[in-house]
Each structure stands twice: as structure tokens, then as C-alpha cells.
T-cell receptor, first 113, second 113 residues
Framework: GNSVTQMEGPVTLSEEAFLTINCTYT??????LFWYVQYPGEGLQLLLK?????DKGSNKGFEATYRKETTSFHLEKGSVQVSDSAVYFC????????????FGAGTQVVVTP | DVKVTQSSRYLVKRTGEKVFLECVQD?????MFWYRQDPGLGLRLIYF???????EKGDIPEGYSVSREKKERFSLILESASTNQTSMYLC????????????FGQGTRLTVV
């Protein structure tokens, strides 16, 4: 079956540091890939997405590239802010699956001033 | 603005009680989902519905049931609450198709004592 593996957290960084969160997946065919973010006390919201190989999703300074050859979708940001402190979830959606999402375990990111 | 509203942010229930978690959306989306979020496990799909009165089991349906009598409302039912159902519950909606994002409610933190 499908699965998503994320690096474990928490990840603690200083403001303006570079952030990478690794995500790899197992799926048949060409799933769509997503990063969702959960700020403290809130539900999840979409951060970025990519629907085919070599697509790059980007939003709010975050980027991730759909790498079919390495089955990866790593999240990066060049200079984090305290407001980026949150839990980040990598997820995939298989085509024809009614929109069901398969999530990774989540990675907590803590950015200190 | 998209709105997915869960009826309670926090609930405390006793073992053996029947518990109802309600979710209402205002986007006219066909697909609705109930996920459970636990530390280190990410989000896991309990049930989903692709139309009124239509439901499908997700990955962890045991101990739960659902009801969708109207398009905008999707209820999760714990027939006899147990302590291992203490968790964060998240409702989501999604229009049909592979790429559109899912919209999440703010979550209900349920504690079963």
C-alpha cells in the first residue's frame, strides 16, 4: 500500500536558518504530493502541492520538488522566521482514490529568535 | 472564504458513552473525511463519504461509525467510547479531482476518561 515517511522531529532552528524536511513516499503510479502545515491550536492548511514529476510547488518562501526517480518531496526554506514554528505534514493522494490523503507522521519545527 | 466547522474544540467523555462529533462545511463539496491525529502517527483516515448517505471505511474504522444525511454535514460516532480513542479528530472536505486541496476544520480534542 501507499506510505509516506518523514524525518522525525522536533527540528529546532534559529531565525534566518535554512530548513529542510525530508519526505519520501511509496506509491504506485503518479500520486499528487502535498505539504500541509498545522500552526498551534489550528487545523491543517495546504502549504504547497505538486501533481507530476519535476513539478515544483512553492508558497510563503517554501519550496518542494516532485522527484519521481528518488520518490521524494523534500520541503525547503532558505530563511525561517519564528512564525514558521508549526508541524509540517507530507502527504500523497493516489489518483482515483476519492481524494483520500496518506500522511506522514509530521515534523515539528521550532524556530527561536 | 472556505469554512469547515467542527462542533467542539474540546470534549471530555466517560468510557462507554456514545459520542457524536459534528462537522459542517459551506463549500458544497461532495467528499468529506474524518481523520484521527496522534503524535508520531500523523493523520489516519477513519471514514470518508463521497455523497449523501454514501460512506466508505478508511484505514482505522474499528469502533467508529459515520452519518451523512445532508451534503454539508458529516458526523463521526463513537458507539462506546474507550480510552484508546482519546485523540485529536480532524474533519476535512475536498472537491472531486486529484489536485484540489483539502480543507480542514480546527479539530476536536477528545479525552475519554
Amino acid at each position: 500500500g501507499n506510505s509516506v515517511t518523514q524525518m522525525e522531529g522536533p527540528v529546532t532552528l534559529s531565525e534566518e536558518a535554512f530548513l529542510t524536511i525530508n519526505c519520501t513516499y511509496t506509491a504506485t503510479g503518479y500520486p499528487s504530493l502535498f505539504w500541509y502545515v498545522q500552526y498551534p491550536g489550528e487545523g491543517l492548511q495546504l502549504l504547497l502541492k505538486a501533481t507530476k514529476a519535476d513539478d515544483k510547488g512553492s508558497n510563503k518562501g517554501f519550496e518542494a520538488t516532485y522527484r519521481k526517480e528518488t520518490t521524494s518531496f523534500h520541503l525547503e526554506k532558505g530563511s525561517v522566521q519564528v512564525s514558521d514554528s508549526a508541524v509540517y505534514f507530507c502527504a500523497l493522494q493516489q489518483g482515483g482514490s476519492w481524494g483520500k490523503l496518506q500522511f506522514g507522521a509530521g515534523t515539528q519545527v521550532v524556530v527561536t529568535p | 472564504d472556505v469554512k469547515v466547522t467542527q462542533s467542539s474544540r474540546y470534549l471530555v467523555k466517560r468510557t462507554g458513552e456514545k459520542v457524536f462529533l459534528e462537522c459542517v462545511q459551506d463549500m458544497d463539496h461532495e467528499n468529506m473525511f474524518w481523520y484521527r491525529q496522534d503524535p508520531g502517527l500523523g493523520l489516519r483516515l477513519i471514514y470518508f463519504s463521497y455523497d449523501v448517505k454514501m460512506k466508505e471505511k478508511g484505514d482505522i474504522p474499528e469502533g467508529y461509525s459515520v452519518s451523512r444525511e445532508k451534503k454539508e454535514r458529516f458526523s463521526l460516532i463513537l458507539e462506546s467510547a474507550s480510552t484508546n480513542q482519546t485523540s485529536m479528530y480532524l474533519c476535512a472536505t475536498k472537491p472531486p479531482g486529484s489536485s484540489p486541496e483539502a480543507f480542514f476544520g480546527q479539530g476536536t480534542r477528545l479525552t475519554v476518561v
